[in-house]
Each structure stands twice: as C-alpha cells, then as structure tokens.
C-alpha cells in the first residue's frame, strides 16, 4: 500500500468522523435547518473536490514500482 493510498484512507476515515459529528450536532440542536445546509454544503464540496482531485492526478503518479 503506497502512501497515497494511506491519506485517502484517513482522509475518508475523517469525513466519516466529521459525518458522525455532525449528525449528533443535529440531533442535539434539534434540527436547524441553517446547520443541516451548512453541513451539507461542506459534504458537497468535499465531493467535488475529491472528484477534481482523481481527475488532476493521473493513476499511479508518484508511485515506486
């Protein structure tokens, strides 16, 4: 497992952490529904920019065989 593999492995074991976060957030402030977009908001950027980033950088760049 090269080190690009380990960041996006922890990168997405913290969006799940973040995600888990948030839904407590939520449950204890009842609702807001100014919270619920904001957060939703951010999810949606971290999508697109994660989609950008695999397109950016071409498979197996960077990588010691």
Request: proline residues 2%.
């Amino acid at each position: 497992m090269g080190r690009s593999d380990r960041i996006i492995i922890l990168a997405l074991a913290a969006l799940g952490v973040v995600a888990l976060i948030a839904m407590a957030v939520i449950t204890l402030t009842e609702g807001s529904e100014l919270l619920e977009f904001a957060i939703v908001m951010v999810f949606f950027t971290a999508v697109l920019l994660g989609s950008y980033w695999f397109m950016l950088a071409p498979a197996g760049q960077g990588e010691k065989e």
